[in-house]
């Protein structure tokens, strides 16, 4: 009989999953993905149920990875929130699999893993977009993904300025409070992004925040609220003007409202330019429209599944 699964805590997750480990992992399942081939990973479009009644939906998004043998499911509540509301946007559940038995091995906490693999993929998307001299970050929202997408891109490149915007000055001012580096406070979108080279937008906006005659030539965005067919954070003059890059083209078609309703066309995905198959236009104004994948899930889990064994 199956041993039954280990429980990892949020706070246990947050201590093993670490970018340095992160980043190369995600880098060689993303250029798997853009293979296209079901012999190296299968990944169906996430299924979405509607929460109608809360204002929300209940996100199921499976993957497996077939010669590392990972099996996983993400089980994610995701909400749009009221100004002012102290209820959570994301909750997460990350359950892997013995591929072969078909038990579940570990239960893990899927807040922490949403928020950090969701801004690594996102710190790829500009390790390969932006421009090569980048020395003004702006971050438009100031909540989890807020966090994880400043810790990384502090990380991992050298920004001269930091500046986030939020709808809420006074959440904005105590974000800037709460991270390790200087960040400025800025009280429009506008003023925020001016002279920007990489702008990250992680509202939970269903209208566009970000308009394109902000945006300086050149810019790199990395766009990751409006996860719905019918929810915007750019406008339809960015979308159009910059090179869109996606994780998914399959996913960006059935669920980026800044897409669909757009109408602007997927250039490529962000593992075709791993794999050297459509180049990166770091000149140009780019778009990376992030919608989340089960396979970054898949691989975040089954490191932090390692890292868990090694300590126990
Ligand atoms: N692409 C991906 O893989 C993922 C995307 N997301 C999305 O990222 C976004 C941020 O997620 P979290 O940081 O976890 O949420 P959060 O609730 O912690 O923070 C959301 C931020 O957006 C602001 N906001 C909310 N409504 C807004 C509006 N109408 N206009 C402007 N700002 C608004 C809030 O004030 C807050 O600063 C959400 O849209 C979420 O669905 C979340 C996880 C993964
Ligand atoms: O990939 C994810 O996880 C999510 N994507 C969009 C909405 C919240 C969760």
């Known amino acids: ?73 993400k089980l994610v509540c995701f909400y749009k929130r009221e100004s002012g509301s102290t ?7 990350v359950l ?22 969701t801004a690594a ?3 790829i998307s500009a390790k390969l977009l932006m421009p090569a001299k980048s020395e003004v970050l702006t971050i438009l929202g100031a909540g989890h ?54 702008i990250v937008t992680v509202t939970g906006a269903s209208e566009p925040v970000l308009f394109g005659q902000w945006v300086k030539p050149g810019a790199h965005v990395a766009a990751v609220g409006a996860c719905r067919p019918d929810w915007r954070e750019l406008d339809d003059v960015l979308m159009r003007q910059a090179k869109v890059y996606v994780d998914s083209r399959e996913g960006a078609v059935a669920e980026s409202g800044d897409i669909i309703l757009s109408g602007a066309k997927v250039f490529a995905e962000l593992g075709e330019v791993l794999n050297g198959t459509r180049p990166a236009l770091r000149e140009k104004t780019t778009v990376f429209k992030s919608l989340g994948m089960g396979i970054q ?10 890292q868990w064994k090694n300590k126990h």
């Open 145 to 198: 993904q807020a966090l994880s997408h400043y810790n990384v891109f502090t990380e991992t490149f050298s920004f001269k300025e930091v500046r986030v915007w939020s709808r809420r000055k006074e959440t904005a001012e105590r974000f800037a409070q709460s991270t390790q580096g200087h960040v400025t406070v800025w009280e429009s979108v506008e003023e925020a992004v001016n002279g920007a080279d990489v």
């Open 121 to 123: 993929v996102s710190a």
């Open 1 to 73: 009989m199956a041993e039954p699964p280990v429980l990892i805590r949020q706070d246990e997750v947050e201590g093993l999953l670490h970018y340095k480990d992160l980043i190369p992992r995600l880098e060689v399942a993303l250029g798997k993905f853009s293979k296209l081939d079901s012999a190296e990973v299968i990944q169906p479009v996430r299924t979405t149920v509607p929460l109608q009644k809360y204002n929300g939906f209940l996100g199921l998004m499976p993957a497996y990875l077939v010669h590392e043998d990972i099996l996983c499911t």
């Open 96 to 117: 892997l699999f013995d591929p072969e038995y078909g038990n579940v091995k570990a239960v893990m906490d899927g807040e922490v893993i949403t928020a950090k693999r």
């Open 87 to 93: 209820l959570p946007s994301t909750q997460a559940t």
């Open 297 to 306: 899930d898949a691989v975040s889990a089954k490191l932090v599944f390692e």
